[in-house]
């Protein structure tokens, strides 16, 4: 240590006089200190108030960079130390050796860089603000040969890749085809990983997703998955993983997968296809969320279906009643809802067995994929009136529905089985349906869903709750009263933040529920007729119109 402190004082002292040689021995001696004991030489180094000394000794024409920057990188290793760097104003020195030919400067630099900066966003978002990114992309073209500056420049993309603010300054470089042209030049999974590792976080943006699949790195993907779909080794099993779901997170992007769809007849989107019947989990689950990804528009719905993707799609559920894979049933049954939100798709679908294999996981204990099922069967039914009848009446169905109706800890899942009891109503427009849905004690859970913070959940409500009301008012004045419903709508009506339909329907069920003498009773203990009136004066004219009438009713029947 003694030496050391020699050292320290000898390179004070040599950096004012810039004798190249003595600084040459001390910063030897430095780097032999941090090799032996980095913790104790680096609290050395800051004590003698070396750091602020370091940046005069990282200009581009000095021999001693490659040392210096190697010192800081070594330093840096200690969390302690990051401060005090930037502190001293390393940085900026640092930063500009990184347009240098030498490539032990670049790779000292690098590694300098990074230690500072690492776990830091805040001195990240200095790099990027600094340039950094076009300068490390524009190394990794020039000196893709050198592995430890490859390693260097993958390690950095990394860190500064999960910055939002990073992907704009990635997406204005070739940083696409240099990825893709190292991945197609590897042959070792640690460096193929570490390749995943940038292309993730990147592949997040839309605008890089269409350079990467225009850079050819889905045919890379591709190859990956056909050379390790059968392998048993653990290496194998993470790249087929990392690279299916790559593939999927690259079908996010509209543009991207567009262009990978090609009018349905794509080589990938075929390829993609051939998953879904495969025996690997990994595939069939990647398979199905291309699939839901494809089925964002629906020219693509419309096709898929046609061509008989339903029926893939089917048979994978069906293996996995008995397999449940939750993972897999979750992304079949996404692509399954997608598929249907066309209507010309919905009566095809229905024809095709879908409504009775997803109603085999109704079962179901996973709250994923309960609610996956309520979306699919609600698309489905949307203007299907007989499917609508034969769904609400199904017995074991409305029971299950008004039990998720009460899974509080599952918001969306509560949510999703309110609007597929209200659809089964309004759609089918049944008496029986409105029995079942009584029988079952649905009634309740569609006033409260009148109280809903969104508008268009408030409104499938009210309807629903208006046609019960008129195909069986006898049988549901019970749970109308039970649920309070004449002082919900007093509520929603009497709110200045109601939505005119809000109003208008509510207006609509109060008329309806007249026909029965309790509910009549509340009506008018609640004077519903002086809130009424003065929603004449709506600038909405169907809502002042349909004042106007549920006004004369009041006073007629009052």
Not at 36 to 47: C, D, G, L, P, Y
Not at 239 to 265: I, N, P, R, W, Y
Not at 517 to 540: C, G, M, T, W, Y
Request: aromatic share 2%; with cysteine.
């Amino acid at each position: 240590m003694d030496n050391l402190s020699d050292a320290l004082e000898k390179l004070k002292l040599a950096s004012t006089d810039s004798a190249t040689d003595s600084v040459e021995s001390c910063l030897d001696c430095l780097l032999k200190a941090l090799a032996n004991n980095n913790t104790e030489a680096s609290v050395k180094i800051q004590e003698m108030g070396v750091l602020p000394l370091l940046p005069t000794l990282l200009s581009p024409q000095s021999s001693c960079s490659p040392k210096v920057a190697n010192i800081i990188a070594e330093v840096a290793k200690n969390e302690f130390m990051r401060s005090p760097c930037v502190e001293a104003g390393l940085i900026p020195p640092l930063t500009q050796l990184l347009n240098s030919p030498n490539q032990e400067v670049l790779l000292q630099t690098g590694r300098a860089l990074g230690n500072i900066c690492y776990d830091s966003h805040s001195l990240q978002a200095q790099l990027i603000n600094m340039g950094v990114i076009p300068t490390l992309v524009k190394l990794l073209g020039i000196h893709s040969h050198n592995t430890a500056l490859t390693e260097m420049c993958l390690i950095a993309f990394g860190n500064l890749a999960e910055l939002e603010s990073s992907k704009e300054q990635f997406a204005s470089t070739n940083i696409a085809e240099e990825l893709v042209r190292l991945f197609q030049k590897q042959s070792e999974h640690e460096k193929k990983e570490m390749i995943f590792e940038v292309l993730a976080p990147l592949a997040e943006n839309d605008v890089i997703k269409l350079q990467l699949v225009e850079a050819g790195l889905v045919e890379c993907l591709l190859e990956v998955v056909a050379q390790t779909v059968d392998g048993e080794r653990e290496e194998d099993i993470a790249q087929l993983k990392t690279a299916s779901d790559l593939m999927v997170l690259l079908l996010l992007g509209d543009e991207s997968m567009q262009k990978l769809f090609e009018g349905g007849k794509g080589s990938v989107f075929q390829r993609v296809l051939s998953w879904i019947p495969s025996h690997n989990h990994q595939l069939q689950l990647a398979g199905a969320l291309a699939i839901a990804n494809f089925a964002r528009n629906d020219g693509n719905c419309i096709h898929m279906v046609d061509t008989g993707i339903v029926q893939k799609l089917l048979e994978l559920l069906d293996r996995h009643v008995e397999e449940g894979n939750v993972t897999v049933q979750h992304a079949a049954l996404s692509a399954l809802r997608n598929l249907a939100i066309p209507v010309v798709n919905k009566s095809k679908m229905l024809s095709a067995g879908v409504a009775d294999v997803v109603l085999k996981f109704l079962q179901s204990e996973m709250p994923p994929v309960q609610f996956k099922l309520l979306g699919t069967l609600r698309m489905l039914i949307d203007t299907q009136a007989e499917a609508a009848d034969q769904l609400g009446t199904n017995g074991k169905l409305v029971e299950r529905l008004v039990e998720w109706c009460e899974a509080k800890d599952h918001a969306g899942v509560m949510g999703e089985s309110n609007r597929l009891l209200s659809a089964l109503i309004r759609h089918s427009k049944s008496k029986e349906v409105v029995r079942t849905v009584i029988q079952g004690g649905g009634v309740k859970h569609l006033v409260t869903m009148a109280t809903s913070e969104h508008m268009i959940m408030q409104n499938e409500a009210l309807v629903a709750l208006g046609l019960i009301a008129a195909l069986d008012l006898v049988a549901t004045e019970k749970d109308f009263v039970g649920a309070n419903l004449v002082s919900v709508l007093h509520k929603l009506l009497s709110d200045e933040r109601s939505a005119p339909e809000i109003k208008y329907n509510s207006m609509i069920l109060i008329c309806a529920v007249m026909g029965s003498e309790p509910l009549h009773k509340e009506v008018q203990s609640l004077a519903f007729i002086d809130v009424v009136s003065k929603l004449r004066a709506h600038e909405n004219k169907t809502v002042s119109h349909q004042a106007s009438l549920t006004e004369q009713r009041l006073t007629a029947q009052s």
